[in-house]
């Protein structure tokens, strides 16, 4: 680790997380005409979007940097491949098999499966011997999230967190970082056991959506597990949620996947085969 990113780390610790995503989503929403396509273009040149892929690539066509953020992208846009799929355009930060209970964050750091799942331990249990996979959606990558296999949501549970960023660096430093960020745990149940698809927040990611409970985060400070009446069956590639500014997605299986040959940060898309289920 640079000296560089070991002070971007500690810097963090004492920033008034939540205030700052919660100004930036407020900027992020304002719907002036100059002031939105200013952030918008000045965006799209720092980060090198591309723009050629969306249902609507004219920046200037959306209401607000949010709407350009979470924007659609064109039906062929992602190819869906076979097997378990990337739920998300981003880089493919680590993989395996939970080892004890543990998921591998960074080199040297690892993170129970308890924890991030909100602290539940016979919820733990189901995934223990299973498989995980993080992927981290960098500011210039689509925002939308899509189910890597069908599923029918068991329950939704929000956990309270800080709000750190959730690069490379700060994942290199932070300890336990995906499991002490405010998140979202969506519990389905598949053909192949339980999955867990955890939407892990973030400095300044105002909020958290998702496709059947509309925006989620930011909630109160205490965890909350919501259930709903009707069954709701997302099929495999269906959109399932977005992320109002960059995050992570962190998926753990019940049951061990083989996964592709891909080398760790490694860049891969929404619909990519990750591995067999």
Not at 204 to 217: L, N, P
């Amino acid at each position: 680790m640079t000296l560089s990113q070991k002070a971007f780390s500690l810097i963090q610790y004492p920033l008034p997380h939540h205030a700052l995503s919660r100004l930036t989503g407020k900027v992020a929403q304002c719907d002036s005409p100059w002031v939105k396509n200013t952030i918008i273009k000045a965006f799209i040149k720092r980060f090198d979007v591309d723009m050629s892929q969306a249902v609507e690539p004219d920046p200037t066509a959306y209401a607000t940097f949010n709407d350009f953020f979470t924007r659609a992208l064109k039906a062929d846009a992602r190819p869906l491949g076979e097997g378990l799929l990337s739920p998300a355009d981003g880089t493919l930060s680590q993989f395996g098999r939970l080892q004890a209970g543990q998921l591998v964050q960074a080199k040297g750091h690892t993170f129970s499966a308890q924890t991030l799942l909100g602290g539940d331990s016979t919820l733990a249990e189901e995934f223990m011997g299973g498989s995980f996979a993080t992927v981290y959606l960098s500011p210039r990558d689509y925002h939308r999230v899509h189910m890597p296999v069908t599923g029918t949501l068991r329950e939704m549970i929000y956990v309270p967190g800080r709000l750190f960023s959730v690069n490379q660096a700060t994942a290199n430093y932070v300890p336990g970082l995906f499991a002490r960020n405010e998140r979202l745990v969506c519990i389905f149940d598949t053909e192949h056991g339980p999955m867990a698809m955890v939407l892990v927040g973030a400095m300044i990611v105002a909020a958290i959506e998702t496709t059947w409970a509309g925006q989620v985060t930011p909630l109160s400070g205490h965890p909350q597990r919501m259930r709903f009446g009707q069954p709701i069956t997302l099929e495999k590639g269906a959109e399932m949620g977005r992320f109002k500014l960059g995050s992570t997605v962190v998926m753990c299986f019940a049951k061990p996947v083989a996964f592709e040959d891909n080398p760790l940060g490694a860049k891969v898309q929404m619909g990519q085969t990750l591995g067999e289920p």
